[in-house]
């Protein structure tokens, strides 16, 4: 059916329609991109849609699906370059082309190697009016872990943290269960389901014996994420929650240094081992290789949770893309266990800095969100 929209639309708005749609595919897209397009002839919408899951219609054909006839002549809305490719769809430029759209305004260049910039020269060698760059910013946004991965082939790294007024994560005793409130708690099962692994250290593991599900979420994720365990010396006992391969798959990464015995254990609980190189502190995982691992096993978002060593060398290898701090209102003092074990710098002049990005308030809790400065486009 198609909607009525007044003539005077802008595209920065049609653009808006189109990214609000690609988020409905953000949780069962991935490894793909989650894409919207909407199309219009003559201030009507005629047809519009979004990339639910691989090996279905990308973005642009379910919308060219649903205008049907309507499309000739139409103005297409994507927030991502239409690719050019035959992989397990065909190449949407194409389809683009043969239904008679006269235009395309997109909001980014896709810089995975087999589209960048190919699609928009396919839709201009066919006469297709080609405009770049409406919405950038907010497409850049959404999109933001999968341009990471296509640009850096690493996942893109999202540290969560839950700790005190004065950013301790635990108490002297070592209790950390819970900091937080319950909605705050739930709030972190969203940022679960939107990434495709969860990160935790040895540390972690053995103090809380976490099963690292994704609960009570809507929409649910098309798979629960991968459940990463860093154990470069093979201290993580291969039992509990973490190795009940029915609830979600487990993968230990770990060193040449891990002892054989746990390494076979892992195995024979059902989770699969990958070993990588230590940091050149000598101290635990060169946490890069971990990134470029995870994006080598097609995970787009990674999310750390812990523990503070784990968070503390992210922050020192500046690799963190989104750090997400919940904060309640309590206090633990010197003794309690700080949310970043690391060094960190000798003068202030050479801190790491992100950018605030957003607060929120949850129940009696904060959510503070920064970010790495982003290439827009």
């Known amino acids: 059916m198609a909607v009525a929209m007044a003539t005077e639309v802008s595209d920065s708005e049609l653009m ?27 201030g009507t919408i005629v047809g519009e849609g979004f990339h639910e899951r691989p090996g279905e219609a990308h973005a642009e054909v379910a919308a060219l699906r649903a205008a049907g006839d309507r499309a000739r ?33 997109t909001a980014v260049e896709d810089p995975d190697p087999q589209v960048r910039g190919r699609g928009f020269d396919a839709l201009r060698e066919a006469g297709v009016d080609v405009v770049v760059g409406v919405g950038d910013a907010e ?38 269960q819970w900091i937080t409130a319950d ?33 009570d979420v809507e929409p649910a994720p ?24 029915a609830i979600a798959p487990t993968l230990v990464l770990t060193s040449d240094h891990a002892q054989p015995g746990a390494v076979d254990a892992w195995r024979s609980a059902g989770a699969k081992v990958e070993v990588v190189p230590t940091a050149t502190s000598g101290t635990g995982l060169d946490l890069a290789a971990v990134l470029a691992l995870l994006g080598a ?42 949310a970043f074990d690391w060094a960190g710098p000798s003068t202030l002049a050479h801190a790491p800095r992100l950018e605030l990005d957003r607060v929120e308030r949850i129940g009696t809790d904060l959510r503070i969100d920064y970010r790495r400065p982003v290439e827009v486009g």
């Open 183 to 215: 909605g705050t708690r739930q709030n972190a099962h969203e940022l679960r389901a939107d990434a495709q692994a969860i990160v935790v250290g040895s540390g972690t593991v053995i103090a809380d014996e976490p099963a690292l599900s994704v609960r």
């Open 139 to 176: 497409a850049t946004r959404s999109l933001a872990p999968y341009l990471h991965h296509r640009r850096t082939g690493r996942a893109f790294c999202l540290a969560k943290v839950a700790m005190t007024i004065d950013g301790r994560i635990a108490a002297a005793d070592g209790t950390s």
């Open 16 to 42: 808006a329609r189109a990214i609000a749609l690609a988020e409905r595919g953000r949780r069962s897209a991935p490894p793909n991109p989650w894409v919207g397009c909407v199309l219009t002839v003559d």
């Open 297 to 338: 096993h097609e995970v787009l978002e990674a999310m750390f949770e812990g523990g503070a060593r784990v968070h503390g060398a992210l922050i020192a290898a500046d690799l963190v893309d989104h750090l997400v701090t919940y904060v309640a209102p309590s206090l633990l003092g010197t003794d309690g266990l700080p």
């Open 73 to 105: 002549g139409a103005t297409a809305y994507t927030t991502l370059e239409p690719c050019a490719h035959t992989h397990r769809t065909g190449p949407c430029a194409d389809a683009l082309i043969e239904a008679g759209v006269v235009r395309v305004v």
């Open 222 to 245: 098309r798979e629960a994420p991968l459940r990463v365990v860093l154990d470069a010396r093979g201290r993580v006992p291969a039992r509990g929650p973490l190795f009940d391969q």
